[in-house]
């Protein structure tokens, strides 16, 4: 049993719901979207709803083969049909009959050969090279395919009748980028499945960080791009370093920090101000006048010593940085409680 669909955005609604109406009609059926956004997980779906299911589910890559053989492989071939045909071969229409035959990525396959798929779907008869005779074929094809067919046709590349004969029912997925929403349930799902496969092996999650972050990546690989990074996390395990990589790699920006939810900002509130109490409404020594003060003295102190650090302690050098008097740079060390390195204090 093949992979269930999984995302909770409208385009993965709708994909599903399509589903459950065409996958009983064995109607011809298109499925369009970019390389890795799971066009097979639809097939299988497809076919395991369907009254063909326990039929086989044959699939074949039309744009792995060179023409020649992939004609051979789609019908098939008598011994003796060409040079190195030894003995009978059957071909993926014959292998495929009473069940699915799923034709990925048939946007790569030629016209010559597109004039015979279109007489197969027409007539429901193959005749395997070097045979005069033909065979029927009960087959529900599934076309699948990265490319803009109708652009194709525009083009010469791909002929309008097929499409037509393919495009009785069409499915479109949406590139990864465009359903951000669906990150963390795919998350979810494959890292039950990886958890499954490692067996005692144990598992960490991404934090949200990490996940928002990853909502945030354009995703050219789309489903099967995050299946691989996914994979890198549990080998690796550095999660924050193996995101901040994968922006580095594509040079893509991210486009807004991240918006964290009001628990998250008190906790990460209460972190910045050491506040032992968690439950800041129930700690009696807090108040917004108090919290500002040591908020600004905390980033004081952190840039001053930053800029002291870098100018080796030199305090007219780090004054004039600063924009701040000699003096106001002293008071500030001594009421920060800012101590030199050792190595600075020995000079």
Known sequence: ????????????????????????????????GESGVGKEVIAQNLYQKSPRVGKPFVKINCAALPEGLLESELFGYERGAFTGAEQKHRGKFQMAHGGVLLLDEIGDMSL?????????????????????????????????????????????KFREDLYYRLNIIKIYISPLRERPEDIEPLIDYYLDQYASQLGSVKIERPTREVIERLKQYHWPGNVRELQNILKRMLVLGDSHLIVDELFEATGQKQSSPMVPNREQSVETVRSFLDLDNKNLIDNNSFSLKAAKKKAVDKVEREIIAYVLDKMDWNRSKAAKILKVSYKTLLNKITELSINPPASSREN
């Open 112 to 156: 010559v050969l597109q004039a015979k798929l279109l007489h197969v779907l027409q007539s429901g008869e193959f005749a395997p090279l070097g045979s005069e005779k033909d065979l029927k074929t009960d087959t529900w094809v599934i076309a699948a395919t990265n490319h803009d067919l109708k652009q194709d046709i525009s083009d010469g």
């Open 1 to 32: 049993m093949g992979p269930p669909i999984i995302g909770v955005s409208e385009n993965i609604k709708k994909i599903k719901e399509l589903v459950e109406h065409v996958a009983h009609t064995g109607f011809n059926t298109v499925i369009l």
